[in-house]
C-alpha cells in the first residue's frame, strides 16, 4: 500500500495568514492526489483533486500543487471557517490512502 | 441537490455484524460507484471499497476481504455495506461517499457511528 505522510501535524495559524500543508507519497503518484477538509463531527469535504483541480464551489483562496510524490495545499489568506483537519489521499493505486492529517488551528 | 443519508448510529458485540445503508437521491442513483470509508476516533480515514450500482459488481480492500459486504438495492437508490465478525477495533465512523469520477469522492454522507463493545 501507498503510505502518505502529512507535514506538519498541526499549526497554528491568524485570520489572513498564508498556510502551506505538505504530502508526501511513498511511491509517485503522478497527479492522482486529492485534498479533503473535515471539521469536527462532519464529513470531509473534496477540495482539491488530481492535484491542482478546485473542486466546484470551493473558494478561489485553496491551491494545491505537486507531482510525483511531493504535493502541497496552500491557503492564500486563511479566514474563521477554514480552520479545521486538512487530509491528502491518494488515489493512484488500490487501496486508496489517506494521509494522518494536519489540524490548522487559530493563533 | 445530490445528498447521501445514511441511517443511524449502532451499538455491537464482538462478534457481531453491523449493516449500514446510505440512501443516495438528488441524481441516477446506477450511474455513479459508491465507496465506503471508515474513520477511527483521531485517526485519518481508511478507505474499505467500492460498489458499481449498476451491476453490483464490487472491489474491497485487501484487510476487509472477506468479511466486508457491499450491496444495493436500485428500487429505493440505497447502498448497504456489513461488515461482520466485529471486533473492538472496528469502532469508527462509516462513511459512504459518491465517486464523480472513479478518483473523485463527492459528496460523502453524514456518517454512522459503529461501536463494538461487550
Known amino acids: 500500500d501507498i503510505q502518505m505522510t502529512q507535514s506538519p501535524s498541526s499549526l497554528s495559524a491568524s485570520v489572513g495568514d498564508r498556510v502551506v500543508i505538505s504530502c508526501r507519497a511513498s511511491q509517485s503518484l503522478t497527479i492522482y492526489l486529492n485534498w479533503f477538509q473535515q471539521k469536527p463531527g462532519k464529513a470531509p469535504r473534496l477540495l482539491i483533486y488530481d492535484a491542482s483541480g478546485v473542486q466546484s464551489g470551493v473558494p478561489s483562496r485553496f491551491s494545491g500543487s505537486g507531482s510525483g510524490t511531493d504535493f502541497t495545499l496552500t491557503i492564500s489568506s486563511v479566514q474563521p471557517e477554514d480552520f479545521a483537519t486538512y487530509y491528502c489521499?491518494?488515489?493512484?493505486?488500490?487501496?486508496?490512502?489517506f494521509g494522518q492529517g494536519t489540524k490548522v488551528e487559530i493563533k | 441537490q445530490v445528498q447521501l443519508v445514511q441511517s443511524g448510529a449502532e451499538v455491537k458485540k464482538p462478534g457481531a455484524s453491523v449493516k449500514v445503508s446510505c440512501k443516495a437521491s438528488?441524481?441516477?442513483?446506477?450511474?455513479?460507484?459508491v465507496n465506503w470509508v471508515r474513520q477511527a476516533p483521531g485517526q485519518g480515514p481508511e478507505w474499505m471499497g467500492w460498489?458499481?450500482?449498476?451491476?453490483?459488481?464490487?472491489g474491497y480492500a485487501q484487510k476487509f476481504d472477506g468479511r466486508v459486504t457491499m450491496t444495493r438495492n436500485t428500487s429505493i437508490t440505497t447502498a448497504y455495506m456489513e461488515l461482520s465478525s466485529l471486533r473492538s477495533d472496528d469502532t469508527a465512523v462509516y462513511y459512504c461517499?459518491?465517486?464523480?469520477?472513479?478518483?473523485?469522492?463527492?459528496?460523502w454522507g453524514q456518517g454512522t457511528l459503529v461501536t463494538v463493545s461487550s
Open positions: 438528488g441524481y441516477t442513483f446506477t450511474t455513479y460507484d
Open positions: 460498489m458499481n450500482p449498476n451491476n453490483g459488481r464490487t
Open positions: 489521499q491518494q488515489t493512484y493505486s488500490i487501496p486508496w490512502t
Open positions: 461517499a459518491r465517486a464523480f469520477t472513479p478518483r473523485r469522492f463527492d459528496p
